[in-house]
């Protein structure tokens, strides 16, 4: 079981990211899946979560608006696109998944907002 995230970096505010994660080794299109992001000295945070079939998306309060999740099933993927990025959106940002009561997390992309 593997998730491999990319396409983190260095953005001024106001600025977009994509965010991708690569799922292999698991039957992918029967989990949902997770965006988490964890900044300096703060516990890690629950970004956004899509369902298994991806028809259902959930969001926390401070990225609802400017964050979308979305899922390829055949391609094994899931994206997070990240607008209108703040300074208080650095983070390292992981993709998880829950298989069998057991989290499942890639090494994280490091997402930097700064002008």
């Known amino acids: 079981v593997q998730l491999v995230e990319s396409g983190g970096g260095l953005v001024q505010p106001g600025g977009s990211l994509r965010l991708s994660c690569a799922a292999s080794g698991f039957d992918f299109s029967s989990y949902a899946m997770s965006w988490y992001r964890q900044a300096s000295g703060k516990e890690r945070e629950l970004v956004a979560r899509?369902?298994?079939?991806?028809?259902?998306?959930n969001y926390a309060d401070s990225v609802k608006g400017r964050f979308a999740i979305s899922r390829d099933n055949a391609r094994k993927m899931v994206y997070l696109q990240m607008n209108s990025l703040k300074l208080e959106d650095t983070a390292v940002y992981y993709c998880n998944t829950r298989r069998f009561l057991v989290d499942v997390w890639g090494q994280g992309t490091q997402v930097t907002v700064s002008s």
């Open positions: 899509i369902s298994s079939a991806g028809g259902s998306q």
